[in-house]
């Protein structure tokens, strides 16, 4: 039954859309962390997405889509010279992380697309498999 | 004149099967319009639907013996997936455009919904003949 493996194909792509949605808020929320070192700042998460292949053969379509895991981005972090702050390390200096916000919109903005879109695909093939049911009737 | 039912539904019990099956194939396009390296697949429904159509009417051939060949042995089940040539394609790789799968599934989803009322009026016809109203 196809339309069956809709469920599981859009399923999987909603739950991996919003681990998208809650590391994209994560990122937001943590943007303006302050920090005395390096190590301890906040760095931008963002989630690997992956055909899942497994228990699939090659030559079937119905792919689903996995989160392979979340990496922390390795871009520059923001340093700023501010001696009055209480964290700041013994040259004046407070580390804050490397989050781009307008970076973040648009991934936020391109998870709840995804997302709709594959609520929608949900949706029309309930109603086409309901209809099936009532076929003849 | 022998009645067969499999033969009362006409070709619309296959589009049914290849319409679900393309369902799934565009659903799990837009389930990966995300991931990188994906390619957006879909199958040939003319050429799928004549090879489904090619099985049922194939297995009513009789054979004499094991060694004869049924013809169209290639049947939806096992239909060729092609890739779908990308217009715009992300600098990751994806070859997913969101605006064309999301057509694509509605177009198949009211297809489908098409076959289905083809289906009703078809077991309609029967069952009025049947009963003999």
Same mark, same amino acid.
């Given at each position: 039954?196809?339309?069956?493996?809709?469920?599981d194909?859009?399923?999987?792509?909603?739950?991996?859309?919003?681990?998208?949605?809650?590391?994209?808020?994560?990122?937001?929320?943590?943007?303006?962390?302050?920090?005395?070192?390096?190590?301890?700042?906040?760095?931008?998460?963002?989630?690997?997405?992956?055909?899942? @292949?497994?228990?699939?053969?090659?030559? =079937?379509? /119905?792919?689903?889509?996995n *989160?392979?895991?979340?990496?922390e $981005?390795?871009?520059?972090?923001?340093?700023?010279?501010?001696?009055?702050?209480?964290?700041?390390?013994?040259?004046?200096?407070?580390?804050?992380?490397?989050?781009?916000?307008i970076?973040? @919109?648009?991934n936020?903005?391109?998870? =709840?697309? /995804?997302y709709?879109?594959? *609520?929608?695909?949900?949706?029309? $093939?309930?109603?086409?498999l309901?209809?099936?049911?009532?076929?003849?009737? | 004149?022998?009645?067969?039912?499999?033969k009362?539904?006409?070709?619309?019990?296959?589009?049914?099967?290849?319409?679900?099956?393309?369902?799934?194939?565009?659903?799990?396009?837009?389930?990966?319009?995300?991931?990188?390296?994906?390619?957006?697949?879909?199958?040939?429904?003319?050429?799928?639907?004549?090879?489904?159509?090619?099985?049922?009417a194939?297995?009513?051939?009789?054979?004499?013996?094991?060694?004869h060949?049924?013809?169209?042995?290639?049947?939806?089940?096992?239909?060729?997936?092609?890739?779908?040539?990308?217009?715009?394609?992300?600098?990751?790789?994806?070859?997913?455009?969101?605006?064309?799968?999301?057509?694509?599934?509605?177009?198949?989803?009211?297809?489908?919904?098409?076959?289905?009322?083809?289906?009703?009026?078809?077991?309609?016809?029967?069952?009025?003949?049947?009963?003999?109203?």
């Amino acid at each position: 039954m196809s339309l069956m493996s809709v469920f599981d194909i859009s399923g999987s792509a909603l739950s991996a859309q919003s681990i998208r949605l809650n590391v994209t808020s994560s990122n937001l929320a943590n943007a303006e962390t302050v920090s005395s070192n390096r190590e301890q700042t906040y760095r931008a998460r963002h989630p690997v997405f992956a055909a899942a @292949m497994q228990g699939f053969s090659e030559k =079937s379509a /119905s792919v689903g889509v996995n *989160v392979k895991g979340v990496v922390e $981005s390795q871009s520059e972090l923001r340093m700023r010279y501010q001696p009055e702050h209480p964290l700041s390390n013994e040259d004046g200096y407070i580390f804050l992380p490397n989050v781009n916000a307008i970076e973040e @919109m648009a991934n936020m903005i391109s998870a =709840s697309r /995804s997302y709709e879109y594959n *609520v929608e695909a949900m949706n029309t $093939s309930k109603q086409l498999l309901l209809a099936t049911l009532r076929l003849g009737q | 004149m022998r009645f067969n039912l499999d033969k009362a539904m006409g070709i619309y019990e296959s589009a049914l099967y290849v319409r679900a099956k393309r369902g799934s194939i565009l659903a799990s396009n837009l389930a990966n319009s995300d991931t990188p390296n994906y390619k957006a697949r879909d199958i040939d429904f003319k050429s799928v639907l004549k090879n489904a159509a090619g099985v049922s009417a194939a297995s009513n051939l009789r054979t004499t013996s094991a060694k004869h060949i049924i013809p169209g042995g290639n049947s939806a089940a096992s239909a060729e997936l092609l890739y779908r040539h990308p217009l715009q394609a992300a600098i990751d790789g994806n070859t997913v455009d969101a605006q064309i799968e999301k057509t694509k599934f509605a177009e198949n989803a009211m297809q489908y919904q098409t076959t289905l009322s083809f289906l009703t009026g078809k077991i309609k016809n029967l069952t009025s003949s049947i009963k003999g109203e």
